[in-house]
């Protein structure tokens, strides 16, 4: 059963910091690519930043550009996101994406899997 679990979020103050965590089973997490993606109250997704499967590129929203960080750790199939310098606009819900895409013979094949969420919340 594929899985991903979020971790590590929760409520802290402008200008502080939160390390969320998404750790993934069921399938090879070394070959997908992994992103976090959050919902603010009342708006769509929004993509924040992503890792390719081999970890060497991460590519990140102007928004969050210089404050957050993405890595992954292919030893505990685990992905985090580090978010420091938290603005009251950086509060979502944020969820942990895997992608992969594989040529199947005829046909390209989407893997992409989804977690539960975690929610974070930027106020005074």
């Known amino acids: 059963e594929v899985q991903l679990v979020e971790s590590g979020g929760g409520s802290v103050q402008p200008g502080g910091s939160l390390r969320l965590s998404c750790a993934a089973s069921g399938f090879t997490f070394s070959t997908y690519a992994m992103s976090w993606v959050r919902q603010a109250p009342g708006k769509g997704l929004e993509w924040v930043s992503s890792?390719?499967?081999?970890?060497?590129?991460?590519n990140y929203a102007d928004s969050v550009k210089g404050r957050f960080t993405i890595s992954g750790d292919n030893a505990k199939n685990t992905v985090y996101l580090q978010m420091n310098s938290l603005k009251p606009e950086d509060t979502a819900v944020y969820y942990c994406n895997a992608v992969r895409k594989t040529w199947e013979g005829t046909y390209w094949h989407d893997y992409d899997y989804w977690g539960q969420g975690t929610q974070v919340t930027v106020s005074p």
């Open positions: 890792v390719n499967s081999g970890g060497g590129s991460t």
